[in-house]
């Protein structure tokens, strides 16, 4: 089916049930306003109801997957709850991914940083180009990213996390894909290919073992 525009980003949906989430503000590296957080999770409820669809692809336009919180967004806050708003809605995403029926991927190119590193770890999978870089660099700005470092840690082992989350530095689309952030690096025009590949893949599984596979899979972790 054919893209349409919807809110901060385009949907596509295939004809075996693929529902791909295309981030557009590519001209400011795809931040996570607030307005952003709130109609992802609405789009996403409505996927998690519908049982045509069954797998969820989070992709996006430009240079970079996304750069994170917009940071005149957070400055223009003026109180402790305004922020505490905003992070609020960051993480309900992240957890709302981790409850859906469906496998999320990212699809992951240039730049992913901070809540957007945050976004690709939340996700059941991903795909990054090789030529992609993560971090989390709040550091690097006198902050500590606190809400990206729940899903980084669950992602990944806490001595990778820590290093991340205190260094500031970006690591390249190799080193993710070594230390389980991310499922593997493939060249930038293979990228959407193999992102197809795995979620058709994925999508032909029977429903109902998807769906039970996934909640279990989270439940045990933590037992």
Known sequence: MA??????????????????????NAGRYNPLTRELLDDLRERLAEAADDDAV???VIAAEGKAFSAGHDLAE???GTTEAEHQSLFDACGDLMLQINRMPQPVI????????GAGCQLVAACDLAVASDDARLATSGINLGLFCGTPSVAVSRAIAPKHAMEMLLTGEFIDAATAARIGLINRAVP????EGEVDRLAETIAAKAPTARR??????YRQLGM
Request: proline share 0%.
């Open 54 to 56: 069954r797998v969820v």
């Open 74 to 76: 957070v400055r223009s």
């Open 106 to 113: 990212a699809q992951v190119q240039g730049i992913a940083t």
């Open 3 to 24: 893209a349409t525009m919807e809110r901060g980003f385009t949907e596509r949906m295939s004809d075996t049930g693929v529902l791909t989430l295309t981030l557009t």
């Open 212 to 217: 039970l596979g996934k909640q279990l899979f």
């Open 188 to 191: 930038a025009d293979e990228l």
